[in-house]
């Protein structure tokens, strides 16, 4: 027979009886096993909730025998009210606990100032290559990009470098090993070797740009470009991997009086106003006439009228060479299919890393391409 149905009051009595002996004996267990107060309140659910055993029991107490009902109804009372009391005592119990795991774990300092997520900037040679950039769009020029993996062809000899020309010796060039199906630089024809290898290279100037945009447009045409070079070099003031800015204007009637003005103008607005500039003849292969841009010193800044006899970098001269330049030669033209008898051009290349080691005053080229956080924190 089930309690549920129990019919006879005695029978029923019984069965309350043990009911209580049975949560009696249940929930110290239960309430002590609950790991959390989530937990608890669940056992405790189960007993004395609305629709716990003893609840139900509890409800049934009209049906009892009228003589055990007075014992038996102060027991259930009894039994909820020391249930009611253990559910107390093991919350406050799991919320000492808590407090005290708290306590005796990690340290947690407040008063810790947070850390801060650092904030990133560009290298200072691609700030001063941007700015360079913005000094040229500024005067009308196009920016361009050209690859850094580049063709014999477009680095040497449609430059008008003769085949034997040093510059183009192991010793100054990295020359990349690459059999001739594979290189498709720019789908120009790839010039092989006698071995039947195609003869590229690490670029070693940005002059490649200068054939690769005539080749690709039609004058009037100004254009800068600025990008990583490679030479076998590696000193003080030359690092392997360095960074050159080029700078080139075709038309008809381009004068060798606006290469002048086009540089001075921009190495003023990048060192002052009061900046001496002075050309000197030079030879490139790809320009005629050619020459070469000193400046005054930005280090000991003779011109200002400070002592500059005793100055490292310009060597107590007063003047640092900055820049190659000239007017484009009539080879480079008849190379990309110009007529040199309409145009005339100018052209030039500067270092990045140099204009970015005068303005800061930094000693080392190395220190560009050495990634230490501690120098890169500085710009
Ligand atoms: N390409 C030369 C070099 O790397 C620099 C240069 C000189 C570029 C004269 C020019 C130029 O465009 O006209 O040393």
């Known amino acids: 027979m089930d309690a549920k149905d129990a019919e006879d009051p005695d029978a029923l009595a019984e069965f309350f009886e043990r009911a209580l002996d049975r949560i009696a004996g249940g929930y110290p267990r239960a309430f002590a096993e609950a790991a959390d107060e989530h937990a608890l309140r669940a056992e405790n659910a189960r007993f004395a909730g609305p629709s716990g055993e003893l609840t139900r029991w509890m409800k049934r107490m009209p ?13 259930a009372n009894e039994l909820k009210q020391r249930l009611q009391q253990a559910l107390s005592e093991r919350i406050e119990g799991l919320q000492r606990a ?19 997520q650092p904030i990133g900037r560009l290298h200072p040679l691609s700030q001063t290559r941007n700015e360079l950039l913005r000094v040229f769009s500024a005067m009308g020029f196009d920016v361009a990009d050209g690859p850094e993996v580049e063709l014999h062809e477009y680095n040497f000899d449609r430059l008008g470098f003769p085949p034997d020309h040093p510059a183009t010796d192991m010793q100054d060039t990295f020359f990349v090993d690459v059999a001739a199906g594979d290189a498709n630089a720019g789908g120009a024809g790839v ?3 006698d071995d039947g290898r195609a003869s590229v290279l690490l670029r070693t100037h940005t ?9 690709r447009r039609k004058p009037p045409l100004a254009v800068v ?33 606006q290469l002048k003005g086009v540089l001075t103008a921009f190495l003023r607005r990048i060192f002052g ?6 050309f000197r003849p030079s030879y490139f292969p790809f320009v005629e006439p050619g020459g070469e841009v000193d400046m005054g010193c930005t280090i000991c800044r003779s011109y200002q009228g400070h002592d500059g006899s005793s100055c490292r970098v310009c060597k107590g001269s007063g003047w640092i060479e900055i820049l190659g330049c000239g007017m484009v030669h009539p080879v480079v033209f008849e190379a990309v299919g110009y007529d040199p008898e309409r145009y005339t051009g100018f052209a030039f290349g500067v270092g990045v890393d140099r204009i970015t080691m005068l ?4 000693s080392h080229v190395g220190l560009l391409y050495g990634n230490d956080p501690r120098f890169l924190e500085q710009f």
């Open 207 to 215: 002059s490649t740009v200068q054939i690769r945009e005539m080749l």
């Open 98 to 116: 808590a407090r005290e795991a708290e306590l005796s774990g990690p340290h947690l300092d407040v008063s810790l100032p947070g850390r801060g």
């Open 63 to 75: 049906e009892l025998p009228a003589e055990r009902r007075r014992e038996l109804g102060k027991r």
């Open 359 to 362: 303005r800061h005053g930094i």
């Open 191 to 193: 010039g092989a070797g």
């Open 225 to 257: 470009s600025a990008g990583a070079t490679f030479r076998r070099d590696d000193d003080a003031t030359h690092s392997p991997m360095f960074m050159q800015l080029e700078g080139f204007m075709v038309d008809e009637g381009v004068s060798f009086s």
């Open 273 to 278: 106003s009061d900046l001496p500039v002075r």
